[in-house]
């Protein structure tokens, strides 16, 4: 990609400023300078150390997408050292990033303990999670086949107990059938005498993890996550715009 259209990611105008031993460390790898002073490794920018930050950080502010996506994008642009570091610096201090993702930038993920079932509908995980608003749904009732990774994901305007049965109700056993069992969150709706009737009297099995625990709740935690990555993060900038992408 020529550099001019590079240049249309970055707030302002940049120039080179190699030191001298980065220019010798670069030239003894074959670098040679190019355009405007840059040096090009293999058809690659090096990018200087005292620039590559900024440079990062002002694409990064065009894209808004995850560390991995970003260093597809750059590797086969751009040569530094420790782009995969500056990248991962980069993406944990973007706030718009951090916003979208409720862990605040990379997450690493938790241990699991959810029970695996052994046929496609048998076993659903389900939690709640907070969303965008948009118009009255600002919660997302996101549920998991436990056995396939299928995922079921619904905006809601309230998080209580009776709009998880009319999910189960009207949405999840008409198409997938009778679970045996429902791994949910310990939280109010949850635990609600209503949500249980409705369990108990289609004789579904409870089982609840600890209240609010993300570890002992897996498949959801992980799920959301990729729900929100979904959701563009330049929809914070213009929520009125924005459309659910369920």
Not at 52 to 76: E, M, N, R, W
Request: net charge positive; glycine share 6%; with cysteine.
């Amino acid at each position: 990609i020529p550099l001019r259209l590079l240049s249309s990611f970055f707030n302002t105008p940049h120039q080179p400023s190699y030191s001298t031993k980065e220019t010798q460390a670069l030239q003894a790898q074959g670098g040679k300078t190019g355009d405007k002073g840059w040096i090009y490794i293999q058809d690659r920018i090096a990018l200087p150390g005292n620039l590559a930050h900024t440079l990062i950080t002002d694409i990064h502010q065009s894209l808004h997408i995850g560390p991995k996506a970003l260093h597809q994008f750059l590797q086969p642009l751009f040569y530094h050292s420790s782009l995969s570091k500056v990248i991962e610096v980069v993406h944990r201090a973007c706030k718009t990033c951090s916003a979208v993702n409720s862990q605040g930038g990379i997450r690493r993920p938790g241990p699991n303990h959810q029970l695996r079932g052994h046929q496609p509908g048998e076993d659903w995980q389900l939690d709640f999670t907070h969303m965008l608003r948009h118009k009255t749904f600002h919660y997302l009732l996101t549920l998991v086949d436990i056995f396939t990774g299928w995922i079921e994901a619904y905006p809601m305007a309230r998080e209580t107990a009776d709009v998880v049965a009319t999910i189960l109700i009207k949405h999840i056993i008409p198409r997938f059938g009778l679970p045996w069992t429902l791994q949910l969150d310990n939280g109010p709706a949850f635990i609600s005498s209503v949500t249980q009737q409705v369990a108990e009297s289609l004789n579904i099995t409870w089982k609840l993890h600890i209240p609010y625990h993300p570890q002992s709740s897996g498949s959801p935690t992980r799920t959301c996550p990729s729900v929100h990555q979904s959701t563009p993060p330049s929809a914070l900038l213009s929520p009125a715009h924005f459309r659910l992408p369920l």
